[in-house]
């Protein structure tokens, strides 16, 4: 390839952003993306056979391959050692990519184009502004028009709703909560999830259009599997839950100045030192992960977006100028699960059906937001990932740590035994609720290289995360709500599953801008190195979902690449 | 089979039967009443061979090269945590805090861990879990290894748990295939039990928006 302007490393929630931003500002871009693409005519058996080596046009995409391989199998998507959206080659037969996570939970992200908003629920809410306001190098008034441009371009809309949002909403205004219908949210409140699922199709109540039907016209079918892969929609670029390969993917093949090239994994960062530029990036050196082989691209500028534990660990393993903050400073939110078991009765009554059936609609319809706090999310998983979630645990089983009569909950801890199956009997009937906190920043936290484990990309990360006091406290408060709104939803089961804080499902912040990169997002240290994935982020945005700053900075980064590199 | 020596036979049985025992007690078989007159047993995770899943996911989820450097190389993770459950039989055993007593024949070839009650095992866990063990006795990757040991007890569980609820039990013949390979063979036991439905096209459950708004017009 001639004449590179710009290589973006990672196809995930940043990387296919801004190479769309800047494929339509004229720009000639390649994206290295280190998994498998799925849906594109290129690779008909992507996890089993090599196939071609980069793809450069929307027409290779294949909706009814891609609906192939997202069969809405809750494992066969899902394993995290072995599923097709796992952190690994394309290759099913090998094992996946090793991380050295030294704590109880589990790191949850893919590979491969759509990185992992492959799985991601789509929640796509603006940061409160009180996060970024007098705390990031940039203000939320400079945030906002990119903002509104993603949501323009995903789109993004609030969740229709369905028996589980309805109760979750019922149970907030009986805990005393106000509805908040806006985007910008500087009070607490319940509102519909902003979500880039597309809103159903007006014939989604029709009887006379099956659901098979439906399934290939444009619009959501609440058919619940958006975190094993949405399939559903009449060709890629229209499939409802807006995993950035059919969003933004499309739309940067379009501009017919991007190519994909998925299966390659970036090893090194290559920079030159010149009196005239100083250090500055020039290129990467890749490994193929079907063959192992190696090769060096060059180009004007690189874009890091392979997520927060690789960007670092590449810079690391790349020998890049140190810096102390580099990989350091990691959030994830703190997450907790706290679930509600319902009786019949009270269903009928608040809902007018007798069961929740978390598996109907948007994964994550509903929320309920509180700066200073964090965030409450409804949570209606297929029956394997719910168990598994009640699996994790801080103080072990639930049976050896009984509450005590003033807790909000009847149940603390991993279920197994008797409770498990009657929470699994349940299954139907029960309501789950993320917690998400407004974790801090302690530079504590991130990712290190292993001084002697490597895998055939480099030293491999380690993983560390201890919530701070203060993130401690602010979570033990949203599970205390969460309770309470189960509770006056009428639930008559809690079950405070007290998750480990190793939960990383939201990584951010490993790369933060102002300490690493500027708020142009260009790093300090090696000119032309810029970074466009949740790494960037300065904090934990108040405990949203990370996904849309992500994106919203990578269109302004867009900007300012071409501002000082291309005008 | 050919190949395969009577000491690797009964390494076999060895964990096999340990994890048969840990599954088991996680999610036992149970009786659920189907109408006034009668009750159903409802399958637990050892009839459904979880535990083959386990000790796959164990085996495969880490790289030849990688398990070089952990030393790992002839050893197997699933061999290494059949023994790390078994320190913590031993540990509870030693200590006389055993609930019931101990049951020999169970499980064929199995260690103390599988000598125990269901509920003494998830105790033996517990003590794991809480590095109530001489981590110095045990073999790598464990060996000194207070993190790993301490996931390690969650991962067990949320193993056991998705093997059990997921489709994994219906690919029947086919479960320990490389993953392109598995099919589907029946509706899966675990949604069965819990009342999913599968895979599904869509829902007619639509009940409105609570909120929507206009998006604004963008430039290009
Ligand atoms: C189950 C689940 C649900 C989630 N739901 C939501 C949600 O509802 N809303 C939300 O905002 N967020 C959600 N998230 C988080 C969301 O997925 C991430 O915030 C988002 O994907 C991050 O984007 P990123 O660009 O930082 O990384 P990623 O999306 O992970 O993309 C990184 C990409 O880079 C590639 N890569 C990495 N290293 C290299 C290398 N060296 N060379 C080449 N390529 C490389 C990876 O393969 C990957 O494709 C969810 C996450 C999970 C696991």
């Known amino acids: 390839m001639a004449n590179l302007d710009v290589i973006v490393i990672g196809a995930g929630g940043g990387g296919a952003v801004i190479a769309k931003e800047l494929g339509e500002k004229g720009l000639n871009v390649l994206v290295l993306e280190a998994g498998p693409w799925y849906g594109n005519k290129k690779w008909p058996n992507p996890n089993s056979q090599q196939g071609a080596q980069s793809s450069s046009t929307s027409e290779d995409l294949d909706v009814i391959l891609y609906k192939q391989l997202l069969n809405k199998f809750e494992m066969n998507m899902n394993d995290l050692v072995s599923g097709r959206f796992r952190w690994g080659p394309a290759d099913r037969s090998r094992s996946q990519w090793f991380r050295n996570a030294k704590q109880k939970g589990i790191i949850w992200q893919c590979s491969g184009v759509g990185g992992t908003t492959q799985t991601y629920t789509a929640n796509c809410p603006r940061a409160y502004p009180a996060a970024i306001d007098q705390v990031w190098p940039l203000s939320y008034c400079e945030l906002v028009p990119y903002y509104e441009k993603v949501e323009t371009t995903l789109p993004v809309n609030f969740a229709a709703t369905t028996a589980k949002e309805e109760l979750f909403y019922y149970g907030a205004k009986k805990a005393g909560w106000n509805l908040i219908p806006t985007l910008d949210v500087t009070v607490p409140g319940y509102r519909p999830q ?18 098979e039907q439906l399934s290939w016209m444009e619009g959501c079918t609440l058919a619940g599997h958006c975190i094993n892969g949405c399939p559903h929609g009449p060709s890629i670029d229209k499939i409802a839950k807006r995993s950035t390969n059919v969003s933004y993917v499309p739309l940067a093949l379009k501009t017919g100045n991007v190519c994909i090239r998925p299966n390659a994994f970036v090893i090194k960062i290559i920079t030159e030192n010149t009196v005239s530029k100083g250090l500055h990036a020039v290129g990467v050196k890749i490994r193929d992960t079907w063959t192992g082989e190696q090769e060096e691209l060059r180009a004007e500028i690189i874009v890091m977006a392979s997520g927060s534990i690789e960007s670092p660990r590449l810079w690391l393993n790349s020998g890049l100028p140190v810096n102390p903050w580099v990989g350091r400073g990691l959030v994830n939110h703190y997450m907790d699960w706290v679930s509600g078991i319902f009786d019949e009765k009270n269903l009928i ?43 994790l645990s801080e103080s072990g089983y639930s049976f050896l740590n009984k509450p005590s009569m003033n807790d909000p909950w009847d149940i603390k801890g991993r279920l197994s035994g008797y409770e498990l199956k009657e929470a699994m009997d349940s299954y139907r009937r029960t309501l789950n609720i993320l917690v998400s906190t407004d974790d801090e920043v302690d530079q504590r936290n991130g990712i290190t290289l292993d001084p002697v484990i490597s895998d055939e990309n480099g030293f491999v990360p380690v993983v560390t995360y201890r919530p701070t006091k203060k993130s401690i406290r602010k979570r033990s408060e949203l599970t205390k709500m969460a309770a309470d709104l189960l509770r006056k939803a009428g639930a008559k089961k809690v079950i405070w599953t007290n998750w480990p804080a190793g939960m990383m499902i939201h990584l951010e912040s490993t790369m933060r801008m102002g300490f690493v990169v500027n708020q142009d997002c260009e790093s300090f240290q090696v000119k032309r190195l810029y970074i466009a994935d949740n790494s960037v982020h300065y904090n934990s945005l108040g405990g949203v979902n990370p996904t849309l700053t992500t994106q919203a900075l990578a269109t302004r980064t867009a900007e300012k690449v071409v501002e000082k590199y291309f005008n | 089979m050919l190949g395969i020596s009577e000491g690797e036979r009964s390494l076999n049985r060895y964990i096999r039967s340990t994890f048969q025992a840990l599954v088991h007690a996680i999610i036992p078989p149970h009786y659920r009443n189907k109408d006034l007159f009668g009750t159903v047993q409802v399958a637990g995770a050892q009839e459904l061979h979880v535990y083959e899943y386990v000790i796959w996911i164990l085996e495969h989820s880490i790289s030849l090269p990688v398990k070089e450097q952990l030393n790992l190389v002839n050893g197997s993770m699933s061999k290494a945590t059949a023994e790390l459950l078994d320190a913590g039989a031993v540990q509870l055993i030693q200590t006389g805090q055993i609930l019931y007593p101990l049951n020999v024949t169970e499980f064929s070839s199995g260690g103390p861990f599988t000598t125990l009650s269901k509920v003494d095992r998830l105790r033996a866990i517990t003590l794991i879990e809480r590095l109530n063990i001489n981590l110095e006795n045990l073999s790598i990757p464990y060996k000194s290894n207070p993190e790993l040991v301490r996931d390690m007890m969650d991962v067990l569980n949320e193993l056991t748990l998705f093997g059990h609820y997921s489709e994994w039990t219906a690919y029947g013949t086919t479960r320990l295939f490389s993953p392109e390979y598995r099919r589907v063979e029946h509706f899966p036991h675990g949604w069965y039990q819990t009342g999913y439905p599968g895979p599904s096209f869509g829902y007619r459950d639509f009940r409105g928006f609570l909120a929507t708004y206009k998006h604004k017009k963008v430039d290009d």
């Open chain 1, 194 to 211: 902003p979500n880039a699922i597309l809103p159903p199709n007006e014939n989604i109540t029709n009887l006379n259009i099956t659901v």
């Open chain 1, 349 to 391: 009554q608040i809902l007018g059906t007798p069961d929740v059936n978390p598996f109907v609609g948007n994964t994550c319809g509903a929320r309920l937001d509180y700066p200073g706090l964090g965030t409450l999310q409804t949570v209606g998983m297929s029956p394997g990932l719910t168990a598994s979630f009640y699996g």
